[in-house]
């Protein structure tokens, strides 16, 4: 059937079954705001839409009078981009897909727009196209490309000129965010549009619907493009594809929507920060937190890293993303193409967490009971029942709760002065 252009046609569209196995993202902010790399990758903004007087001070104090945002351009120079290591981390990461921004707000296009005229990755600062390498590199190494696109640009005067008219013209649209959308999908044929940018202006101004009904209809990744919800205001969490709802977005039961939880290493920002201290980052065990929560509630997880202007993706990044990538060669098989199962978590306590794929279910414990003895009441056991630990040989030994559930004698640990790594997998076949 063809898609028309309105919500109630396109949300019927099913969404291609690779995003939900897949589970695991890597999200990139990377452009000409990684060159003040202060703040936030909203730095134009606080600078110079809301005068911040830190963010004045910044400038006063770092470069010279009359400095404009576009004198940063050419500092953005990528010369130690090497996709192919980029995409060799993600893989080892765990990421089944990577997104990147390809032009956030400020409206700095990262391959060479034909509508955003010296103001993009070819004309200026690095002088190549960064959108087509990265694309490149994960295809070869078998990662789904993701592509983040905003639909506005704070001080653009088509954006600003439309604006003032209570986005009553749409000259903005049909001269600059719509080209670039058909673009970047003729172009490189993404997996996935992560549409942001949106909240200022309602469906009738931004064309969203028409967009996507050619690319549900007609554009070269019909079949398995998938997109997020944030094509206009009052969208979020209603219409799209599957719901980002908001950042870091955390929901407490289980929706009923396919959700996606972007979250970011630095917890101040998305793009790269100089200042940056390691407690404003998140460590290891919150990262494999947040994801198993995220997946026992249907969710995908997205990972956020900032690289610097050069093209970096700064050694305390990689490593937690090494860190993330080695736990899930171990307890993968309990994410990576998962379904929730009849509870998430175990009693409300938020140590044990819950997934499944058939009749097996996967109990993911973020604690390591003081005794080695795993207490769970929610799954029933039977004569059958068999319980195995991911990334340990054999069975464990476990006997029926006298409350209810099972009581699970886990292997002897090594004493440590230090917390033991975060998370660990139990697999029970034969529950109910």
Not at 10 to 19: C, E, I, N
Not at 87 to 112: D, M
Request: charged share 20%; glycine share 6%.
């Amino acid at each position: 059937p063809r898609y028309r252009p309105d919500w109630a046609s396109l949300d019927a569209r099913p969404l291609p079954a690779w995003f939900d196995q897949a589970k695991v993202g890597v999200f990139v902010h990377w452009g000409v705001f990684s060159v003040p790399a202060w703040g936030s990758e909203w730095f134009w903004w606080h600078w110079q839409g809301e005068h911040r007087a830190d963010y004045e001070r910044f400038v006063r104090r770092r470069y010279p009078p009359d400095t404009t945002y576009a004198d940063f351009a050419p500092h953005f120079t990528a010369y130690d981009f090497q996709p192919r290591e980029w995409a060799q981390l993600f893989q080892k990461a765990g990421a089944r897909y990577v997104v990147l921004t390809t032009k956030h707000h400020e409206g700095f296009t990262n391959w060479g727009s034909p509508v955003s005229w010296n103001w993009n990755s070819l004309d200026m600062g690095p002088h190549q196209d960064l959108v087509g390498k990265l694309g490149q590199a994960l295809r070869e190494s078998n990662i789904r490309y993701g592509l983040y696109h905003s639909l506005l640009e704070w001080f653009n005067p088509l954006y600003l000129a439309d604006k003032k008219s209570g986005f009553k013209t749409q000259d903005f649209v049909t001269e600059k965010t719509m080209p670039e959308l058909y673009d970047l999908v003729l172009k490189y044929k993404p997996d996935l549009i992560w549409s942001d940018g949106d909240w200022e202006a309602p469906e009738s101004y931004w064309n969203s619907t028409s967009f996507l009904a050619w690319l549900y209809n007609d554009s070269p990744v019909k079949d398995t493009v998938v997109v997020n919800d944030r094509w206009c205001n009052n969208c979020s969490c209603r219409h799209g594809g599957y719901y980002n709802c908001a950042d870091k977005y955390k929901p407490g039961t289980l929706p009923t929507h396919k959700w996606e939880m972007c979250s970011s290493i630095d917890k101040l920002s998305w793009g790269y920060r100089s200042n940056m201290s390691v407690a404003e980052l998140m460590d290891e065990a919150s990262i494999i937190e947040e994801l198993v929560q995220t997946v026992s509630f249907g969710g995908n997880y997205l990972l956020n890293v900032g690289p610097t202007k050069e093209g970096v993706i700064v050694p305390i990044f990689q490593e937690r993303l090494l860190a993330l990538g080695r736990w899930l060669d171990t307890n993968g098989e309990a994410i990576y193409g998962s379904k929730p199962w009849r509870v998430q978590m175990e009693n409300s306590t938020d140590t044990v967490w819950y997934t499944s794929k058939g009749p097996v279910v996967y109990a993911i414990f973020l604690l390591w009971p003081r005794d080695s003895v795993l207490e769970l009441s929610t799954p029933i056991p039977s004569p059958a029942t068999q319980v195995t630990m991911l990334g340990f040989a054999g069975t464990l030994k476990w006997q029926k709760s006298p409350a209810k559930g099972l009581l699970i004698t886990l292997p002897y640990m090594l004493p440590s002065p230090l917390p033991p790594q975060s998370g660990w997998t139990v697999k029970l076949e034969g529950v109910k």
